[in-house]
């Protein structure tokens, strides 16, 4: 609940902003056919207003951010999942990543995923 205030905040001073610099408020668009918003512009524009915000006041920033995203046709009947559903995660602060992998060669000995 208090993310959905942030943001709600956040949108209202984003939009005043930019029109007073006579500025396009950014918009999420589709991609191609689908009727979902994949090119979320404004949403980005959106949470990094709030990090600027947040500099400028001298408050602590966020290490990271966290989205969820439902999207795509119900894989069934009154679903709770969706065919594209995903999280996507930004790591603000690179000093939180502590490692990572590197993704392996395709084993011929076993069907591809």
């Given at each position: 609940?208090?993310?959905?205030i942030?943001?709600?905040v956040?949108?209202?001073?984003l939009?005043?902003?930019?029109?007073?610099?006579?500025?396009?408020?950014?918009?999420?668009?589709?991609?191609?056919?689908?009727?979902?918003?994949?090119?979320?512009?404004?949403?980005?524009?959106?949470?990094?207003?709030?990090?600027?915000?947040?500099?400028?006041?001298?408050?602590?920033?966020?290490?990271?951010?966290?989205?969820?995203?439902?999207?795509?046709?119900?894989?069934?009947?009154?679903?709770?999942?969706?065919?594209?559903?995903?999280?996507?995660?930004?790591?603000?602060?690179?000093?939180?990543?502590?490692?990572?992998?590197?993704?392996?060669?395709?084993?011929?000995?076993?069907?591809e995923?």
């Open positions: 609940m208090l993310l959905y942030w943001v709600i956040w949108i209202d001073i939009s005043t902003t930019l029109s007073s610099q006579n500025q396009p408020i950014p918009q999420n668009k589709p991609i191609g056919d689908l009727r979902e918003l994949m090119l979320r512009e404004l949403d980005c524009a959106v949470i990094e207003t709030l990090h600027k915000a947040r500099r400028d006041e001298s408050l602590t920033a966020f290490d990271s951010v966290r989205g969820v995203f439902w999207e795509g046709k119900e894989l069934y009947p009154n679903a709770g999942f969706r065919e594209k559903d995903h999280i996507q995660i930004c790591v603000r602060n690179p000093n939180c990543i502590k490692g990572f992998f590197l993704a392996r060669d395709i084993d011929p000995k076993f069907t995923v």
